[in-house]
């Protein structure tokens, strides 16, 4: 009778050799599996006595044929590939500042109930350090059937001597020379990192439904979600006084092995995949599209016109106000820009409303281009989600990045801003204010608070929908839009009949609005979004929002190489420095477009300027747009093509 480990080796032996003969025979990984199968067919798992069947025949050949097409995989708008592959080869020296990853809506473990102290970190750090935990010996994966590792002792004596040992040889193989010293450079790089900030996000409800995402792919030896693991190795590794490494990672990991679930890593390089392959096909129809509505507009001369990116001629002062609002025990302060004197018989006000983690300050070149134009402009600080927050979150003042109720309180301080300008408009503005027609300016969080106010409706069935089944690599926004959840479930109403026009960039709003939510929406809508953005992604954000807007007067602006901010984006092409279109950009043009775009939108929808609509057009963009920086502007309410915009 054989044994069952004759079994086990016959049967994985067999199974590799069909894949081969189903696979091209120049494809190296298929070979290199058949030479390794018989060492690892005949030993036992690291990670456990017996083998688990983690994939058929079926599950192998599906990657083998991934992995073909992906090689093959080219793009018609080539920087952004040429990005990616650059962004992954140097996704190291961003380790301290990643981005988090998005979440599942639930996350099992308990909530910390208390903030972190810098004293408590310090002791968590220790305790962890002296608990007779394992360290990650070996790193485990499956292709198909075959179950492979590699020695954490061999990478440790790679990174520290070069020396190759047989086993790590057998992966080494496939890189060249460069990947190989880029490949142990990685493993050397040490990261100054503060422990408190680390352990702080970790422990907040966003940093744990990171962690559970991460876990699903970086799991333990029993092949359970190894989330809570790797927060003690981070915490542990972070408070290294030498720094903190990837090699630091595996030697605080609480476990003898530590296991990568291929499956999962493929799908998630799949989304990301996909994102820029659709992003690729989102410019050429939004290229297309502009060249349609440029050739049906025929000639403007732009020439004859005033350059809106240039500051107008009025002077202002700005006036700091600190509102209270009683009903919600609320204080937050304003910055409101006041011009001098006033163009209009009626003075335009806008409201801005900044991003997460951000201030009222940080869109001030807008509100001060409007004031120099004539307009009011009210900027608020929404105190539970600004800058302030997230520092008191790495500091350990707080456990929260954002307040959940912040949903609910962005909304309510611009209707409390515009209650405050409406009893101030007699005393102080001759009862000049236009509030009845006011326009909103929103960033991010900020581009949700316009929504809302403009009437777009929370959909928690679409939010729960999307949170437990549609979690992705490539929209960090779920992380914020998946705890509104947690709100009570009820119909909120965060309509102001007084807004009359909206501008939002990179609005985070497709999950917790979804078509139906943004179909409520009914005044004019300026979207705009940026081709490298991967916190609100153009494809998921943007696009098909776009597309879900019901009302006419509509427009979208895509500017081409920008990210989610102006650091991100001055970050990301930073990281780019040899691809020959993407060198030493000038993101203060983007700053420029900021200026006049929102502008012209606001003076042809708030004051009936129906000349100021020449400047909506993709004419308009073909004048001011600078590479990198191609910035395109499109009309839906030009005709019924432009609706393609939105199509998939």
């Not at 961003?94 to 109930?113: G, H, R």
């Not at 499956?142 to 590792?149: D, K, M, T, V």
Request: charged fraction near 20%; glycine fraction near 6%; aromatic fraction near 10%.
């Amino acid at each position: 009778m054989r044994s069952i480990l004759t079994d086990r080796f016959l049967n994985c032996h067999s199974e590799a050799i069909e894949a081969l003969k189903l696979t091209r025979p120049e494809k190296p990984i298929a070979i290199a599996i058949v030479e390794k199968v018989t060492e690892n067919c005949t030993k036992p798992s690291p990670f456990g006595e017996r083998a688990r069947p983690h994939s058929t025949l079926a599950g192998f050949m599906k990657t083998s044929t991934a992995i073909e097409r992906d090689s093959k995989r080219t793009s018609r708008f080539q920087p952004f590939h040429r990005l990616t592959r650059h962004l992954r080869s140097r996704w190291r020296r961003t380790l301290s500042s990643l981005s988090p990853s998005p979440p599942l809506p639930f996350s099992p473990y308990p909530p910390l109930p208390l903030s972190l102290s810098p004293l408590f970190v310090s002791l968590l750090s220790l305790s962890l350090s002296s608990l007779p935990l394992n360290a990650a010996e070996r790193i485990g994966f499956a292709i198909g059937p075959i179950e492979l590792s590699v020695s954490v002792t061999d990478l440790e004596q790679f990174s520290e001597t070069g020396e190759v040992s047989d086993e790590l040889g057998f992966y080494l193989k496939f890189f060249n020379d460069e990947e190989r010293a880029e490949f142990r450079t990685f493993l050397q790089e040490k990261y100054d990192i503060d422990p408190v900030p680390v352990a702080q996000f970790l422990y907040s409800p966003m940093g744990e439904s990171l962690l559970v995402y991460l876990g699903e792919m970086v799991q333990t030896r029993s092949r359970t979600n190894g989330g809570q693991s790797l927060r003690a190795a981070a915490i542990l590794s972070a408070s290294d006084p030498d720094g903190f490494s990837v090699l630091d990672v595996l030697r605080n990991y609480p476990s003898y092995g530590l296991w990568l679930n291929a499956p999962r890593i493929f799908e998630v390089a799949d989304q990301v995949t996909n994102t820029i392959d659709a992003t690729d096909m989102a410019i050429d129809r939004v290229t297309e599209l502009a060249d349609l509505q440029t050739a049906s507009l025929g000639n403007i001369d732009f020439n004859q016109m005033p350059d809106l990116r240039q500051p107008g001629s009025y002077r202002y002062r700005v006036e700091t106000l600190q509102l209270y609002d009683a009903s919600r025990d609320r204080t937050f302060p304003v910055d409101v820009y006041i011009p001098e004197n006033f163009p209009y018989p009626r003075i335009p006000v806008a409201i801005i409303s900044h991003g997460l983690g951000s201030h009222r300050a940080a869109f001030a070149h807008i509100a001060q281009q409007l004031a120099s134009y004539g307009f009011v402009v009210a900027a608020p600080e929404h105190i539970g989600s600004n800058y302030i927050q997230q520092q008191d979150l790495l500091r350990g003042a707080t456990s929260e990045m954002f307040v959940v109720d912040e949903f609910i309180d962005r909304p309510a301080d611009i209707s409390f801003v515009l209650d405050e300008l409406e009893r101030r408009n007699d005393a102080e503005f001759d009862g000049r204010l236009q509030l009845d027609r006011v326009g909103v300016i929103g960033h991010s969080f900020g581009g949700y608070t316009a929504l809302a106010v403009a009437g777009a409706v929370i959909d928690f069935e679409n939010l729960e929908r999307d949170c437990t089944y549609g979690v992705n690599a490539v929209n960090v926004s779920l992380l914020l839009q998946c705890r509104a959840l947690e709100l009570p479930r009820r119909d909120y109403d965060f309509h102001d009949p007084r807004v009359g026009a909206i501008v939002t960039a990179n609005p985070v709003n497709s999950s917790i609005f979804g078509a139906k939510g943004l179909a409520s929406v009914s005044v004019p809508v300026l979207m705009a979004g940026g081709t490298l953005d991967p916190v609100t992604p153009l494809v998921l954000e943007q696009e098909q929002s776009f597309g879900w807007l019901t009302v006419t007067d509509k427009y979208f602006a895509l500017v081409a190489g920008q990210s989610h901010t102006t650091e991100m984006t001055a970050l990301t092409h930073a990281l780019v420095p040899d691809v020959p279109d993407l060198v030493e950009p000038d993101v203060g043009l983007t700053q420029d477009y900021a200026r006049a775009i929102p502008l012209a939108f606001l003076q042809v929808y708030l004051l009936d300027n129906l000349e100021a609509k020449a400047y909506l057009t993709p004419n308009y963009s073909q004048v001011i747009s600078e590479s990198p920086f191609d910035l395109y502007i499109l009309q839906a309410s030009i005709g019924a093509d432009s609706d393609r915009v939105s199509q998939r």
